[in-house]
């Protein structure tokens, strides 16, 4: 019996992924995910046995990472960022079920909303909720409620998939829902392409988010009322005392 590793990449450079991650890759023989993420593995682990699915396949991907580890191999199962937030690690669990065999270990990895935090500045020193804006998996409807909850509760806001070819307006929708409750001046910014080529930042107001032209490739930070630009970078206090 083989053993299966879920590993979060990080954002996708060798430097933001953790040592676990490449201990994982190093001792696996075959590495199986969606192949924009096996392509950021593949160059520096060229020895081992590539396997992917397309998006929308992902049980099928769990399946055969499975299956490969019950049949001997080591396997490492990859996803972006963290491997337990919006990855595989929950599916993974839910398919092997009660059953003992084969051995799992999920592996952590630099989620964007943290990877892009600390391209920004410091935004999510204080509570903050992180929410996905598609609705493959979750209905729009539940989506509206969240958003609208974290905007009452005066959450730091953390979008995924903000945007993509399917869901060109979805983003624009979210601020709207949010500018019921929050204010237009709100502090917004969007990092893209974190840890990648062209990683950029762009900070501006809730108002102007709602016409930005993101992607799949950006993370949608929107601030608190105590959050603010500090020399250039976005900021949440904490609270604590310096005076």
Not at 14 to 23: F, G, H, I, L, S
Not at 49 to 71: D, F
Not at 134 to 141: A, C, F, I, N, Y
Not at 165 to 185: F, M, N, Q, S, V
């Amino acid at each position: 019996m083989g053993k299966l590793f879920v590993v979060g990449l990080g954002p996708g450079d060798y430097e933001n992924m953790t040592v676990r991650a490449d201990r994982a890759l190093s001792a696996c023989d075959t590495v199986i995910g969606y192949h924009v993420y096996l392509d950021l593995v593949r160059d520096r682990y060229p020895d081992k046995t590539y396997s992917s699915t397309p998006m929308t396949r992902e049980a099928e991907r769990c399946r055969m990472a499975l299956e490969a580890a019950k049949n001997g191999s080591t396997v490492a199962l990859v996803c972006s960022g963290d491997s337990g937030v919006y990855g595989m690690a929950g599916l993974v669990l839910e398919l092997r079920g009660e059953d003992d065999e084969p051995e799992v270990e999920v592996i952590p990895g630099l989620s964007a909303c943290i990877s892009g935090a600390a391209l920004l500045g410091a935004p999510l020193t204080h509570d903050f909720a992180v929410i996905s804006l598609s609705d493959r998996l979750t209905e729009w409807e539940l989506i509206e409620r969240r958003l609208s909850a974290a905007a009452g509760a005066d959450l730091s806001i953390v979008l995924y998939n903000p945007a993509s070819h399917g869901r060109p307006d979805y983003l624009k929708r979210a601020c709207e829902i949010l500018l019921e409750t929050l204010p237009g001046d709100r502090p917004c910014a969007v990092a893209r392409s974190i840890g990648r080529e062209g990683e950029s930042r762009t900070f501006l107001t809730l108002s102007e988010l709602a016409d930005f032209p993101a992607d799949m490739f950006c993370t949608v930070f929107i601030g608190n009322s105590s959050t603010r630009m500090i020399n250039g970078q976005m900021v949440t206090p904490r609270g604590y005392r310096y005076n």
